[in-house]
Structures are given as C-alpha cells and as structure tokens.
C-alpha cells in the first residue's frame, strides 16, 4: 500500500528524536518515501500543489454552477474540464478545515496565483502570442520534467 508513496513527517520541537527516528523506521519498512520538513515548510508546499488547486478546482466549478447557463456550461464541458475539475469532487467539510488551518499560506500562494494570472491576462488582452506561447512552452516542459520524475526507471 505505502510502497513507494510519499510520507512526510513534521516533528514538533517536543518530539524526542528517537520518537522520530522510530516513526521513520515504521515507514521505512512499509516501503515509503520519506521525507521531513519543518511543520511551516510543510505548510508552505502543500499550500501551493495540494491547497491551492483544490482551492481553484472548487471555486471554477462554484462560478460556473452560479451561472444562468450553467447546464449548457455542464453540458459542453469535456476532458480538459473533468480532468481540471476532478479534485472539486472531493469531500467539501475535509477541504474546508484544511483551507481553514493552513490559511496564513494558502492565502500566500492565493496571492501569487493571482498575480501569475494577472500577467497571463496582461499576455492574452495584448494579443501577446509570443509571450503565451513562452508560457506555456515554460509550464509544458516543467510539467513534462515532473512527469518524467514520477516514472519508473526503464527496465523496473
């Protein structure tokens, strides 16, 4: 179940390290990834690729079902949408305590999306295609780095 998934642990200053030490073992032998990471460092990153895009997913899928022509919005929506949107189906009283208690930096990486999508407004009203098409080629190609990290080594 655990082998190869990524536990993190974030000890507390009251944690004694061979508390610690035994936790990671435990995780160890399941055959986790184990990493460790401050409890604000921990915080700040799962606000930016755990938070944040379940924060969009919902709030995308909320302004389209506020719309008058939210079954024809539905109705035409398709792959990119579902794929976009797929984490919006997750448990709504779970997301909210999680957004609740990790506030201070989801609403950080709230800011610097805002911002990112200031600019990418700033490209599109423009008529800037260089400038999204570089975007886009930038994100393509560190998305398309990560996914290569998740791979198994060939032959494996």
């Not at 995780?27 to 606000?47: T, Y």
């Not at 109705?75 to 919006?88: E, L």
Request: proline share 5%.
């Amino acid at each position: 179940l655990y082998r190869d998934k990524r536990v993190v642990l974030t000890p507390l200053p009251e944690n004694a390290p061979a508390d610690v030490k035994a936790v990671r073992a435990v995780w160890d032998l399941c055959g986790a990834r184990v990493s460790q990471l401050a409890p604000a460092e921990h915080d700040r990153v799962f606000a930016a690729v755990s938070h944040l895009p379940h924060l969009l997913a919902f709030a995308l899928v909320h302004d389209l079902a506020g719309r008058d022509n939210a079954d024809q919005l539905f109705g035409f929506a398709a792959g990119g949408f579902r794929d976009f949107t797929r984490i919006a189906s997750s448990h709504p009283e779970m997301w909210r305590d999680i957004c609740l208690a990790n506030r201070t930096a989801l609403l950080a990486e709230l800011d610097a999306y805002l911002a990112e999508l200031l600019r990418t407004r700033v490209l599109l009203a423009s008529a800037d295609s260089d400038g999204l098409e570089k975007m886009f080629a930038t994100a393509r190609a560190r998305r398309d780095a990560w996914l290569d990290s998740l791979a198994p080594p060939v032959g494996e």
